[in-house]
């Protein structure tokens, strides 16, 4: 079962705009992470946040994490044709922490 | 330095016959993941190893399917039979010993079972 659920499933918008993703997770973690996908290509890191941090940037990439309400967003500023891809959040899989689950993702272009 | 490694990238098999999926890890890296990757499923935590010990296989769909780990180096998924519905992206992915759980994923063997 996955942990992690992201939303909206797909976003199109224009290069310059920003895109926000959505994860919702169920129990409780340690730290959240976020992948991407190109297009048949393996997915790749992008960022982790932990449970204990609000906020993290990482060029133009915002997390947010929401312990409370178990959800987290990621946010890409001005938003270029490159960063057409799929985004997923991860979270760990039971107290070990030592494998990751993750949601269906969300699949996003970005046309010029 | 070499990410993880996977082959083959791309295979056409008939239903009924053995498929061996094959990975060589990021060299260092205590853990290994094997996911599987569907539309309809999203992405499938099917097994993991530790210092190449299977720790999860929970995720294994059926006996059709093994995996091992024979050295630190190499790992293999194997589907027999093969059916039409394990036609999906197979990622192998590695990470090493510590706190931080950030794995790095190979690129994928692309299995269509026909």
């Known amino acids: 079962s996955q942990q992690g659920e992201e939303d909206p499933q797909a976003l199109s918008i224009q290069e310059g705009e920003n895109a926000t993703m959505n994860c919702s997770y169920k129990?409780?973690?340690?730290?959240l992470q976020w992948y991407r996908q190109n297009s048949g290509r393996g997915l790749v890191h992008l960022i982790l946040?932990?449970?204990?941090?609000r906020e993290k940037h990482s060029g133009r990439l915002r997390v947010t994490l929401d312990t409370s309400k178990k959800s987290s967003s990621l946010l890409i500023t001005a938003s270029r044709a490159a960063d057409t891809a799929s985004y997923f959040c991860?979270?760990?899989?039971?107290?070990?922490?030592?494998?990751?689950?993750f949601g269906k993702g969300t699949t996003l272009s970005v046309s010029s | 330095d070499a990410g993880v490694i996977q082959s083959p990238r791309h295979e056409v098999t008939e239903m009924g016959q053995e498929v061996t999926l094959r990975c060589k890890p990021i060299?260092?890296?205590?853990?290994l993941f094997w996911y599987r990757q569907t539309m309809m499923r999203g992405l499938e935590l099917l097994i993991y190893?530790?210092?190449?010990?299977?720790?999860?296989d929970s995720g294994m769909p059926e006996d059709r399917f093994s995996a091992k780990m024979p050295n630190a180096s190499f790992s293999t998924l194997k589907i027999q039979p093969s059916e039409p519905r394990d036609s999906a992206v197979y990622f192998c992915?590695?990470?090493?010993?510590?706190?931080?759980?950030?794995?790095?994923f190979g690129e994928g063997s692309w299995l269509t079972v026909v």
């Open positions: 992915a590695s990470r090493p010993q510590g706190t931080r759980n950030t794995i790095y």
């Open positions: 129990t409780s973690i340690n730290n």
């Open positions: 946040i932990r449970s204990n941090e």
């Open positions: 991860a979270t760990a899989l039971g107290q070990a922490g030592t494998a990751l689950i």
């Open positions: 060299s260092g890296h205590d853990y």
């Open positions: 190893f530790n210092n190449n010990v299977p720790i999860d």
